[in-house]
């Protein structure tokens, strides 16, 4: 048995009665094993990881003594792998590649991906679902559904979790009918399931800043697909305006969602059983994590009209001013040159009637 020195205290409390498993997406420098450290260390009831190297296509394996090591620190620390870990897959991988030979490259990463969260007895395993690139849409869907089925027959138990974007066009899962479509393709329905990105959710132009609207995506996504597939929440502010399809992350309460939707999920029943993950931008320091789970522990059984809550959404929002100022007047930019290119197209098309 690997003999582990166990830290005696951490940055951040963890706190157990909290009604939801909120956690973060963290470091695996120096061993996969530190992964539950770094959790540790900011409080985490769930947590996030790379399971090899995001920039490369191939990573030596685990050794043994790290995988047992992991295994110890799960048990000693009450982490369920199966439930409370949601590892992130590589960005290269992009299972409806129209081009067959980089397809068959992206699937062996991800085999290796699900082999190793095999390894470390994890239970789930978050992707981008990929794009189709220069190639036919639901052409790509059926690609991407026949990869995973595969996946799910070369592996035992592992879940496959598709996280939809805030992309458009080629860019796979931005609307929540393409995560519909390759579910409805999926043989075994037990092992697949989805993870939605609070700030991709906006980007693509699901408006989700008030308990109504926040309420009204779930039911849409129920309906669509089903609540029990949803397996994950990535948590995250939007530096970009509803609807501008970019995926930039920002600290909670300081985009363009603000604060408010994130004490709705923080007081949210049908979100309890789920890893709840941030993915805001910390930089190099992991305990603005630490402090982020506080603020959504300190959000659960908040009130909209609550005097603190009020000052705190304030406080955040103005933090956040420059950048959504700037952001605005990229979006606007973009708007105002797309409308002027199509009144150009569309001159062109009366010119060439009038001929």
């Known amino acids: 048995m690997v003999k582990t020195k166990i830290p005696t205290s951490f940055k951040f409390d963890r706190i157990k009665t909290s009604n939801y498993n909120f956690g973060a997406h963290i470091s695996t420098a120096g061993g996969i094993s530190n992964a539950i450290y770094n959790a540790m260390d900011i409080g985490a009831n769930s947590f996030a990881l790379f399971l090899k190297s995001p920039r490369k296509w191939v990573s030596p394996m685990y050794k043994d003594e790290e995988v047992e090591k992991f295994h110890q620190l799960c048990e000693k620390f009450n982490y369920n792998p199966k439930t409370d870990i949601l590892p992130h897959g590589s960005y290269f991988i992009n299972l409806g590649n129209p081009d067959p030979e ?63 974007m805030a992309g458009h066009g080629n860019l796979i899962g931005s609307n929540l009918q393409d995560i519909k ?74 985009g363009f969602l603000g604060l408010e939707i994130f004490r709705v999920i923080a007081n949210c029943e049908k979100l309890k059983n789920v890893p709840i993950i941030l993915e805001t931008p910390v930089g190099k320091d ?40 700037e952001q605005l007047e990229k979006f606007e930019d973009k708007v105002k040159k797309k409308r002027k290119a199509e009144k150009g197209q569309d001159i062109t098309k009366i010119i060439k009637k009038t001929k």
């Open 102 to 164: 980089k397809e068959a490259k992206a699937y062996e990463s991800f085999i290796d991906d699900l082999k190793r969260c095999e390894i470390l007895g994890i239970g789930l395993y978050n992707f981008h679902p990929g794009s189709s690139l220069d190639g036919d849409h639901k052409e790509s869907l059926v690609t991407l559904a026949k990869n995973i089925n595969n996946a799910i027959k070369d592996t035992s138990f592992v879940k496959i979790v598709i996280e939809n």
């Open 286 to 325: 992991d305990s603005v994590y630490g402090e982020e789970i506080k603020l959504l522990e300190w959000l659960e059984g908040k009130s909209i009209d609550d005097e603190e809550f009020i000052a705190k959404k304030e406080e955040l929002w103005k933090l956040g001013e420059k950048d959504r100022k």
């Open 181 to 254: 479509d390759v579910i409805d393709m999926i043989e075994n329905k037990d092992r697949v399931g989805v993870c939605l990105d609070t700030c991709h959710s906006f980007a693509a132009g699901y408006d989700i800043t008030t308990k109504e609207k926040f309420d009204a995506f779930l039911d849409e996504f129920d309906q669509l697909i089903g609540m029990k597939y949803l397996s994950g929440i990535h948590l995250n502010d939007s530096k970009a305006p509803l609807g501008a399809n970019r995926d930039l992350h920002q600290k909670l309460g300081q």
